[in-house]
């Protein structure tokens, strides 16, 4: 028996020895990130995919020509030469009447014929050369009318629009294409669908969908049509010609669906209706006619383009690229009746990578492991010096919340997006990072007296909400800081209109709220406030509101005695929407203590699955409204805060009220349409055309402060989603830059390497609350 | 008898047609998934959604859908889980995930199960079978969810002894001790249920058995207690429960939607509810046709398995003489 214990014994520290001995190496510092993902790619193919999901190999395993870094300073980027040898040249001085023919180039003589010198050093992670001849043939399986990419219309659909690119990818078929389109109709008919998603429904939703999600109660009109099948069914969404027998009904389905948003949207016309183009087929590279992208050199390629470019957009849309592996590609190609589709990048063997990682394990639904790819320039090229610490990127798919918690807490993941129900245990956290998004909420009122008034029973009263004193007393009594920490999953308070994401100057990254004038606004009516909350100014504010109230002379204003009422429309009948209106509730009866409307005053929940529409007809007292998108266009956003028929803030006549701005030193006085339409129109004065920087920041931050000094609206707080990052790791920054987030992995950097966290592990406890 | 299996098989055959038939024109009903975003070429949808036949009257679909079945096995491919992939390809690369978890899972739950259940059928009425009735109880009561959360958390993230989901097999194997260990949760997530189910039934048929005639006289013939109770009882008490173990060996295919989500194994059961989250049809199509093949074959099985256990019990045999 004791033979036997020593035997065992002796097996046993054999295997220990063996299984200590691993191929990592003794002593060779490594480091790992460890993260999740609820679930794995459908493809990672440059050319087709579309979640975010989807990107996240793509991420590490490709490069763009260009790349956004955090710069210096870590406050914004730099946009540096990747895969491109320097920045690109605007030849479009070299352009003859011949190219400008043959690759569909457009009307402009500068920045439509673009020069970009490949990196050399650039490899497949296999270690081929990858040269101008690949990104020529990548691009033509990309536009290839044959295979019908998804992300084709990367190339013509956006900022930057390769020649012929879409008429390429459209060779050989018929067409329905928007009215205001390039393109020839072939029958000079107009076409109408309901089926076609919407851009300004975020091209997820089209007019059928909404017949079909809200039903006749909403839409009689349109669910009528759509239920006939004379306009095409969901199986067969097919275009209807309009005709003069059926323009009339038309015109009613599409009246109907604007009310719905209030307005006619300036593009919504478009979107529905259609003419028929053909477009002939033509090669890549064809004689006569050819797509503006050729190899102009072994190491170079030029870029014809249909529509003028500035360098920056340019950049901006060659950080992501299009490559993919000829014989990989092709080696994936199957035919699915007369369409060519291709697996590439389904799978560990069907991929080839070009970046600073390639995948080395890859199952599907459990886990994804990309290790450093000893074929990438940047590690020998002496530009990439301490970036890229990264060793190892191990993606394992955890669908729970729950349980990716769990294992973040225990140190086996390194970051974890926070839910709202988390957010009371983290709060604290010092590993707590907020990514914001370009949307603030804010609480937005009625100040029209007449439609107040209107809703006024015996003994309650409304119209004080017409009083820029009340309003302002109720923003400062507003604890923006406890409203986010109780009901959102790590928004931030915020104060103003326009959050940090908006960028004042795409060139340097530089966010508008950070120049001087965007401070400004903040500073003057905020000070160091920046939670906006202070019960004693909001008190005397109510008290003066209420004096002045009470001396009025207008019928339906307030007399002692009253009790201030005030509905708070809200979309459904949710948890969380009461506790909004119960938030706000509380918040007027705390400001309301030690005044004559102590417990005279209220805030209740109204529900209306279409209240926007109610709040911008004088229906509503109150209701949040949300703005955001277009983050490189603060200026932009003032459309939503001054057209009649965009804005919530119902009372706000933006068309009579006037506003004097100093511009220059010289006061300008316009309406508030008129001044949106001088800094935002082509022909307006101030536009970005007519204008330098500097001043239409000037009369960007004059707008915004004196509509918050307004107060028609009370900003909450910016959209932002809370994620904890663990001990292990280090960001580039911890503080938000649009465009580079926190750095990215090019940044991050390690506390400890693998063996130390294990160790530090094994002998501490995390605790990720302080 | 074979006549009743021919029979059976027929009959199975039928169902799977009349289910299946349902289903493809239910799931053909739905909307396509036209999914887009700014920047994204929405047509193209349209256009898949024609190269593979949607725009066909549903009776064509109907007619393509079987042809392809028949002459080539073909279920179609995933458009939204793994692009392009064959939706067979798809279910089978998980299947091995699935099985290996509910394996464990019955092998467990069996000894268990009917071990628990002789006890208590033994010590009736007394402390220990109130204890095992208490905590069979719970074990039916509480969903499977709280009781694959309530052993995550003690066990990993409190003691730290297991861990929290099942390890990646391409990384360590099928067999090595890290993969084991953690399919060890989630097995006993899975068995928790078996367990109680086998020990419930265990116990109300062998308590009848106990109470029997014929074990009084194999008592007064000499057995001893344990004899009489293995040898007379046990058997007679298993022609209810044998079926179901059998039908828990055939469900060894089928995965638990909520377990292998919560413990991350990439099997069946969370390919089945991806397929409902993300609306790849042909998925969930296949999918669903498999969970019917498997659901069909276990109730054959189980009336199969009456006659192996009791040969008293005739199937399909004609009027008796």
Request: charged residues 20%; negative net charge.
């Amino acid at each position: 028996m004791k033979k036997i214990l020593k035997l065992a014994a002796l097996s046993l520290a054999v295997v220990s020895l063996v299984v200590g001995c691993d191929g990592n190496g003794e002593g060779v510092d490594r480091y790992t990130y460890s993260t999740f993902d609820v679930s794995s790619p459908k493809t990672w193919n440059p050319h087709e995919w579309e979640t975010n999901t989807d990107a996240v190999i793509i991420g590490y395993t490709e490069m763009g020509l260009y790349d956004f870094v955090l710069n210096e300073e870590k406050i914004g980027y730099d946009i540096i030469p990747e895969m491109a040898a320097g920045e690109p040249v605007d030849i479009s001085d070299t352009l003859t009447e011949a190219e400008r023919t043959r690759y569909g180039v457009g009307e402009g003589d500068a920045g439509l014929k673009w020069q970009i010198n490949l990196n050399q050093a650039a490899k497949w992670a296999d270690g081929e050369v990858i040269n101008a001849d690949d990104y020529v043939y990548s691009m033509a399986q990309l536009l290839s009318p044959d295979i019908l990419n998804r992300r084709a219309d990367s190339f013509y659909a956006g900022t930057l629009t390769l020649g012929n690119a879409r008429d390429h990818r459209y060779g050989g078929q018929q067409v329905y294409l928007n009215l205001s389109d390039d393109g020839e109709s072939i029958d000079g008919k107009t076409y109408f669908s309901m089926f076609k998603t919407l851009a300004f429904l975020s091209y997820t939703e089209s007019m059928a969908d909404y017949y079909l999600e809200y039903g006749a109660d909403y839409f009689p009109i349109g669910v009528a049509a759509f239920e006939s099948g004379d306009y095409g069914t969901v199986d067969d969404p097919s275009m209807i010609e309009v005709t003069d027998e059926n323009s009339a009904a038309i015109i009613e389905i599409v009246t109907e669906f604007e009310s719905l948003f209030g307005v006619a949207y300036p593009q919504f016309s478009d979107e529905i209706f259609f003419k028929l183009c053909e477009f002939p087929a033509f090669a890549f590279d064809g004689a006569e006619r050819a797509v503006g992208l050729v190899k102009s050199g072994d190491y170079q390629i030029t870029l014809y383009l249909a529509a003028p470019i500035t360098e920056f957009y340019l950049k901006y849309n060659l950080s992501s690229n299009w490559l993919v592996k000829e014989s990989l590609y092709e080696a994936g190609k199957s035919e699915v009746s007369g369409l060519t589709k291709t697996n590439y990048g389904t799978a560990l063997n069907n991929y080839m990578a070009f970046g600073p990682y390639k995948l080395s394990q890859y199952q599907l639904d459990k886990l994804i492991v990309l290790e450093k790819n000893d074929n990438w320039y940047g590690y020998s090229d002496g530009n990439h010096n301490g970036q890229f610490q990264t060793d190892i990127i191990r993606i394992t798919i955890v669908p729970e919340h729950a349980t990716a918690l769990q294992m973040f807490e225990k140190g086996e993941i390194d970051d974890i997006g926070l839910q709202a129900s988390d957010m009371n245990k983290y709060k604290n956290s010092s590993n707590l990072l907020f990514t914001p998004e370009s949307y603030t909420r804010k609480i937005t009122f009625s100040t029209d007296w007449n439609s107040l008034a209107s809703r006024q029973e015996a003994g309650i009263n409304k119209t004080i909400l017409t009083n820029i004193k009340f309003r302002e007393a109720f923003s400062w009594a507003l604890d923006r800081e406890d409203f986010t920490q109780s009901l959102t999953s790590g928004s931030i308070p915020y104060v103003v209109p326009i959050n940090e994401l908006y960028v004042a100057d795409p060139e340097t990254g530089v966010a508008y709220r950070n120049t001087e004038q965007g401070q400004s606004v903040v500073d003057e009516v905020f000070g160091d406030n920046e939670n906006g909350y202070d019960i004693a100014k909001a008190r005397a504010l109510l008290i003066e509101a209420y004096n002045e109230e009470i001396a009025s002379s207008k019928a339906g204003h307030l007399v002692s005695g009253d009790e201030v009422k005030l509905t708070f429309w809200v979309f459904g009948e949710d948890a969380i929407y009461t506790n909004y209106a119960s938030f706000f509730d509380t918040a007027l009866k705390a400001l309301a203590v030690g005044t004559p409307l102590e417990g005279k005053i209220s805030v209740e929940k109204q529900v209306d699955e279409d209240y926007p529409d109610r709040m911008m007809n004088g229906g509503a007292d109150m209701c949040f409204s949300t703005w955001g998108g277009a983050t490189m266009d603060p200026f932009g956003i003032m459309q939503v805060y001054t057209d009649p028929d965009l804005k919530y803030e119902y009372g706000f006549d933006t068309e009579n009220e006037r506003l004097t701005i100093n511009v220059g030193g010289t006061d300008v006085t316009n309406t508030w349409v008129d001044w949106n339409y001088e800094l935002n129109d082509g022909n307006g004065d101030y536009s970005a055309s007519k204008a330098d920087l500097e001043t239409r920041l000037d009369i960007l931050s004059a707008m915004e402060l004196a509509l918050v000094q307004k107060w028609v609206f009370a900003s909450i707080y910016a959209y932002s989603n809370a994620s904890l990052y663990s001990y292990k790791i280090q960001f580039g920054t911890n503080d938000y830059v649009n465009l580079v987030a926190y750095g990215g992995i090019r940044f991050m950097t390690f506390n400890y390497d693998d063996a130390e966290w294990d160790n530090y592990l094994k002998n501490n406890t995390l605790d990720y609350t302080k | 008898m074979g006549k009743y299996i021919i029979k059976r098989l027929y009959l199975m055959v039928l169902s799977l047609f009349v289910i299946m038939t349902f289903l493809f024109i239910l799931i053909r009903l739905l909307p396509f998934h036209v999914a887009g975003a700014p920047g994204a070429d929405n047509d193209y949808a349209l256009i898949l959604r024609e190269a593979y036949g949607y725009n066909e009257p549903i009776l064509v679909q109907y007619g393509i859908f079987l042809w392809n079945i028949i002459t080539k096995f073909d279920w179609g491919v995933s458009m939204q889980i793994s692009w392009l992939t064959p939706v067979s390809k798809v279910l089978f690369d998980r299947l091995p995930s699935t099985m290996y978890v509910n394996l464990f899972a019955i092998l467990i739950s069996i000894p268990i199960g009917l071990g628990l259940g002789i006890f208590a059928a033994l010590r009736k009425n007394k402390i220990e079978d109130q204890i095992i009735s208490v905590g069979v109880m719970l074990a039916i009561s509480v969903p499977s969810f709280v009781t694959a959360f309530l052993l995550q958390y003690i066990f990993y993230s409190k003691l730290g002894w297991l861990p929290a989901i099942m390890t990646a097999t391409d990384e360590s194997g099928w067999f090595s001790w890290d993969t084991i260990k953690s399919i060890i949760l989630p097995v006993f997530s899975l068995a928790v249920g078996s367990i109680a189910g086998f020990t419930r039934y265990t116990r109300a048929e062998l308590t009848e058995v106990l109470t029997s005639d014929f074990m009084l006289l194999a008592r007064a013939k000499g057995l001893t207690r344990t004899q009489a109770t293995i040898n007379h009882a046990l058997r007679n008490s298993m022609v209810p429960i044998f079926p179901m173990i059998v039908g828990e060996f055939i469900s060894i295919l089928g995965g638990s939607l909520i377990i292998e989500n919560i413990f991350a194994v990439p099997g069946v059961g969370k390919l089945y509810l991806t397929s409902i989250q993300k609306l790849d049809y042909d998925v969930f199509m296949f999918v669903s046709m498999f969970y019917v093949v498997i659901g069909l074959v276990a109730a054959l099985m189980v009336d199969l398995s009456y006659g192996i256990v009791d040969p008293r019990i005739r199937i399909g045999g004609g009027k008796a003489e």
